[in-house]
C-alpha cells in the first residue's frame, strides 16, 4: 500500500465495537443497559449490541473513497461517499468526520474543532498522552493503545446553543486516526449518512484495524481486584 502525502496510508480501515460487561471473580455479569440510536426521521431504537467500521482508499490522486458501516443485534447497513482531504483532514461535503484529524495539531492546550453541521458542533482541547483499553485480543488480557486525549463537548449550533455534557476522545499520534470515540455520545457525518442523528449510551472500543496503520499495542495484564478502567489513565 503506498504512502500518501498525509500521516495515514493511503488505504486503511478501523472498527469499534461496543464493550461487553465485565466478569466478576464469582462469573456474573454486569448488566447492560441498550443502546439508544436517534434517526435523522426522528424514530429511536434500543438495541443491545453495536459495532461501526471506518474505511478509506485513495481511488485517484488526492481523491478517495470513503465507506461506513453501522450494524446493531440483527441490522447492519453501510455506505460509500467520496472525500476530499486537506491540511490532514477527512472532508465529506465538506463536513469534517471524528475519525482522522491532523496530528500535527495534537499539541497539548490546542483547540481543534473536530465536526460541525447545521445544527450540531464538536470541538476540543487537546489534553495528554493517555493509554486506553481496546478489544484485542479479548477481554480478559486486553491491549491498550498509546493516544492523545481531546477533551471536548458537543453543542447545538441552533440559538439554543446548549452544550450536551463533556466527552473525551482519543487519537494516535502518528496519523491521527481515532482509537476510541466518546463514552456516552456519538455523532459525526458518517453516521448522518446512513440516516442517524447520534448513538448514546454507550461504550465502544477498538476491535480490529488494518495492520499498515501499526499502532503502538501493548499487552496489559490486570488482576480482578483492579479496576478495569482505572489502570490505564
Known sequence: ?????NSFPSTFYITFQRDEPQVAPDGSKQQQSPLYVQFLNGTTCYPQTASFTFSMEETTKDKYTVKFMFAFDDFQDQV?????V?????????ITTIFVVNPDSLIDGNTIQLFQTETLSLSGTVISKSRIPT?????????VAFSKLVKGYYQQTDSSGSIMGTHELFFDPKTGVLLRPAAGYISDVTLNK???TSVSDGVFL????????NFTIETYHYSSSSSFLGGYF
Open 135 to 143: 478489544l484485542i485480543p479479548n477481554l480478559t488480557v486486553d491491549d
Open 194 to 196: 446512513l440516516g442517524i
Open 206 to 213: 477498538l476491535s480490529d484495524y488494518s495492520e499498515n496503520l
Open 80 to 84: 460509500s461517499l467520496p472525500a476530499t
Open 86 to 94: 486537506s491540511n490532514g483532514r477527512v472532508y465529506i461535503d465538506s
Open 1 to 5: 500500500m503506498g504512502a500518501t502525502s
